[in-house]
């Protein structure tokens, strides 16, 4: 619409204004890039490299969607609500172990969310591209309900599913210590009028990422210091941490070794 180029659905160049006559201009070498595009359980994805993917989105997410229903009893037609972004003083991967620390903090750091599950049910579930951690509602939480899943799909995004409520989290790299984290946050559709639930959970959600980023912050700060050292995975928690840390290792790998043989 810019300059009057009109383009066909399939994003091919059908008409121009003004190119009559200029040399070696042709009309299908200047059509709209193609990308790759996926729809997962209403999530659209989409992919800008311009080579194909080397693995389907279907096949890289595997089950994760379709188990995020199981755990938390079925699916319910749910409405957005609303998107949150926090700015964390952190490396992204920072946040990403974060999460995916199996619930190891959240009985020490995270004492109103630790009072509305039973942490004794805690159990993650690790796959190729994605892990699961679940955990049982202590009964006494409107907003967590019976049970609650959370999702991780490498490399940056995350799907919580607790009570009414679906959150999915973004993670954005924006500098070497520097991260942003989009929420946008999806509610059962009979509940969308209720306010006051709405307020109150978004209260209880926004004291839970408070405390995540004086966490981050915290380690971020000794990876600064010099006198860290890498410690071992405690396996009855970290699973998912692993999971996450083995194909960040065999991405830097690989792509470190392109760079070397290109160069």
Known sequence: ??????????????????????????????SLKPIHVDIIDGFIFVNFSASSPRVGLREWAGGMFGRVEEITGGSSELEFVQRKTYSLDCNWKVFVDNYCDGGYHVPYAHGGLNSG????????????????????GAGQNKRLGDAAAYGFLYP???????????????????????????FDYFLRK??????????KSMEESDVVQQEDE???????????????EQGRYVPRFEGPMHCFHRLLYEDYTTTIHTVDVIS
């Open 1 to 30: 619409p810019y300059h009057g180029w009109t383009y066909r659905t399939d994003g091919r160049l059908t008409k121009t204004v003004g190119m009559k006559g200029i040399e070696d201009f042709k009309a299908k070498e200047n």
């Open 117 to 136: 599950i039973d942490f004794d049910t805690y159990k993650i579930e690790r796959f190729d591209h994605w892990s699961m951690q679940s955990v049982s």
């Open 156 to 182: 940056n995004f995350m799907v919580n599913r607790y009570g009414p409520w679906m959150d999915t989290n973004t993670v954005i790299p924006i500098g070497p210590k520097k991260t942003r984290v989009i």
């Open 190 to 199: 009979d509940l969308c009028g209720d306010e006051e639930f709405i307020k």
């Open 214 to 228: 004086v966490l981050c912050a915290g380690v971020q700060a000794g990876l600064d210091s010099g006198a860290y």
